[in-house]
């Protein structure tokens, strides 16, 4: 079933406009790519609806939002909703400053959103209206483990059905629903968090394989969750002695490029609650 | 001949002022360091046009654009050209967005441009003034290929003609023509349109090529146009099974850090009409 | 002792504000997760004091800097001032334009930095109030070599004095000093300076060594200088037939990433003036 998520974004290359932060914004490019589908930015209000029109999907990522792209997100995503578009939201740092909880509490509002992924402190923030998040890290006292597993899932559900959105929260262990479903989802490796951007990443191949597959955005969304953890341990077995960080960005990419419907088929490790 | 452009690259050192999109920005730095070029980058209007004053060249991107940037590079070009600096235009998406199409048009009609560089979409946008580009890739209907070479070399002279600029047009076959002369450059590989920014990288590494030779702004342009299709060629025989296009971007700007005047010379594959 | 320093971060895993150029902020968030650290980047007016409030450090840097976020570099250097927290600068080519020699100095006005880390020419220019640097490289009339380090020690404890700061001097010999002592650090490789933003990623990293051990600042800015020129040594001897910059920049990022205290201390290499 995951498999063909990812077959579907293969065959269908999707273009993908993404509104995200300058930090990360090359790999969300090479990791669009590397799924399949195609990558364009521009967060220029004058342009952002225009180029919305051209594309079958949009990534929102408030990582460096500045007055200008909060304005060209509104409008790209007004824009998306009208064409019927799949709107991915990746909240960064939301509830680390008063700006980004207010501009994601206005996304939320405004916008018909396909699905929202962040890390648990992030999605609590979000759906408290208010956090103290540790900057873009999740909080430790958040930490989603075995332990709190089912109550997470209880929260992303209920979140779900709350906003009309498959809430993605990503971490050691990832949940992911639509309000009735939760994928449990126990792909990754402790090492992708010393890569910046992996969740960026993240977001954005999320977009594609929900633009691929509009009609099914729950398994779109575990499939792109679980595709990126299994391109985490695949990279990781690749690591050689002297490699760190750097090369491992490097690898985890790769691995998407590289991965089949098949290897990500029988490589994802979740269940469904 | 087109190994001597890499020399005069190697020993002049160019410092080439960019104003480029956040996307491929590091690739444009790395690449213009591994050709023996250096780069700075400054988009603010209180210093573009100081900047450019301490340079030899500019490029001018546009695949970011905005409000601020645009100024910019209308103010950095007019000093560029003030001061006999080359000036290679990369109109990236012109075409996909009124914006982009009028800003493209703006700074041909206000610049002296050196060289302008893009896909055959965005060349044939560029010069109808309109077009539909499918955002920043060219059009499966443009693709050139041996039947369409002929014509495409034609409309690249033409459109040279016009504009005083020598025009590259880059693809599965590259044509590069000062509107007298064409290079029908053969160089490249496939994987090259899956790593982002290829098209950012080799328009940088024009300006630097022009500025070293500006007395020869063809044999330059196509110098760089077949470096970095050399590149394509070396970086790919040297992918192992595990590599993808994260590593494949990587070694493509290995590549034109090892290249020498002698490999390009011998590697060059192309004919002129 | 240098080790130590090291070890402190890796403890503590300080959370670092930054403010930096485009160009190379995805190697600077790369680089401070792989010393221990963890970066968040914010430069909007409206957030720039509040993201400084969590963190524990803040590092400047005006290498694309523009009317906005030169707003946001005081905003929030004023409040890591009231709060303590260590402040870095990295004056990326000031001297260059009016622009960059203005805003660096009005921040040594008013701020109170920890640190200001630059090569030779940015430092000259920094403290002469002018100058004419080559873009963001060292002019080569200023080259730190053993004929001319005795002055520039010199020179560094007096602007050290001067301005309250460490002053850390960049180059083929690198130059640290408080006003009292100057380390003079003999790590590196000139390969370095083919790999764009290795000075950003070191004040990067810099203000996570500083934010670890806040009342050595001295020793903590040497250990991230000599610790990054180690780097670029271990990464250059890992460096295979075909490897150019780009994968010499993943490999100064791994060294980082696999560096431990015990390695650093015994690789260092210094003489204290």
Redo the contacts between chains.
């Keep these: 079933m995951l498999g063909k998520m990812l077959e579907n974004v293969r065959a269908s290359c999707p273009?993908i406009h993404n509104i995200t932060?300058?930090?990360?914004?090359?790999?969300c490019?090479?990791i669009l790519?590397?799924c399949g589908a195609?990558?364009?930015?521009?967060?220029?209000c004058?342009?952002a609806a225009?180029?919305t029109s051209?594309?079958g999907g949009l990534n929102l990522n408030i990582?460096?939002?500045?007055?200008?792209t909060i304005e060209s997100m509104l409008l790209a995503g007004k824009r998306a909703n009208e064409l019927g578009h799949p709107v991915v939201l990746d909240p960064v740092?939301v509830g680390?400053?008063?700006?980004?909880t207010q501009t994601a509490l206005e996304l939320l509002a405004q916008l018909r959103l396909a699905v929202i992924r962040g890390n648990i402190s992030e999605i609590k923030a979000l759906a408290s209206g208010s956090g103290t998040t540790?900057?873009?890290?999740a909080d430790a006292a958040d930490k989603v483990t075995e332990q709190t597993l089912s109550g997470v899932a209880t929260f992303a559900k209920s979140f779900a059905e709350k906003t009309g959105a498959v809430i993605a929260i990503t971490g050691a262990i990832d949940v992911v629903s639509d309000g009735k479903t939760a994928y449990c989802i126990r792909n990754g490796h402790p090492m992708m968090?010393?890569?910046?951007?992996t969740g960026c990443q993240l977001s954005a191949m999320t977009s594609a394989f929900v633009t691929a597959t509009p009609d099914h955005p729950l398994e779109a969304a575990a499939a792109a969750v679980s595709a990126m953890g299994l391109a985490g341990e695949i990279a990781h077995q690749?690591l050689g002695k002297?490699?760190?960080?750097?090369?491992y960005?490097?690898?985890?990419?790769?691995?998407?490029?590289?991965m089949t419907p098949d290897i990500l088929e029988k490589g994802a490790s979740y269940e469904v609650r």
Tied chains: 1, 2, 3.
């Design positions: 273009l932060n300058y930090v990360t914004v090359n790999d490019a090479n790519l590397a195609s990558p364009i930015m521009a967060d220029d004058a342009e225009e180029i051209l594309c990582g460096t939002l500045n007055s200008r740092g680390a400053s008063t700006l980004r540790k900057g873009v890290d968090s010393s890569v910046t951007g690749r002297l490699d760190g960080n750097a090369s960005r490097n690898y985890i990419i790769d691995a998407i490029y590289r």
